[in-house]
């Protein structure tokens, strides 16, 4: 059984970064996409990021784009997303999830094993 879980949140200013990490234990690493999400107060989860299982494929959503980096260590049985240039509304619980069967999607249904989240708030 594939168990997450993520580190690296906290309060930054705007314009600030931030590092997440999401470590992962049991599966095979490699052999699976993973997927950030985020959750605001009073939204619903939406997607951020996504990579597929060897780390050759990304995706991002609009508004992250340029500004946050997904990425793999296979080695280390950890995804990271790195966040540049932090807005207020960048504020949230992010999660990472393991897609086990797919490409790595953006639909969070597709997402097999999620971890607990991490805060995030960025002040402005």
């Known amino acids: 059984q594939v168990q997450l879980i993520e580190s690296g949140g906290g309060l930054v200013q705007a314009g600030g970064s931030l590092r997440l990490s999401c470590a992962a234990s049991?599966?095979?690493?490699?052999?699976?996409?993973m997927g950030w999400f985020r959750q605001a107060p009073g939204k619903e989860r939406e997607f951020v990021a996504a990579i597929s299982y060897g780390g050759g494929n990304t995706d991002y959503t609009d508004t992250v784009k340029g500004r946050f980096t997904i990425s793999r260590d296979n080695a280390k049985n950890t995804v990271y997303l790195q966040m540049n240039s932090l807005k207020p509304e960048d504020t949230a619980v992010y999660y990472c999830?393991?897609?086990?069967w797919g490409p790595g999607e953006r639909r969070l249904t597709k997402y097999d094993i999620w971890g607990q989240g991490t805060q995030v708030t960025v002040s402005s």
């Open positions: 999830a393991a897609d086990l």
């Open positions: 049991g599966r095979t690493f490699g052999s699976y996409a």
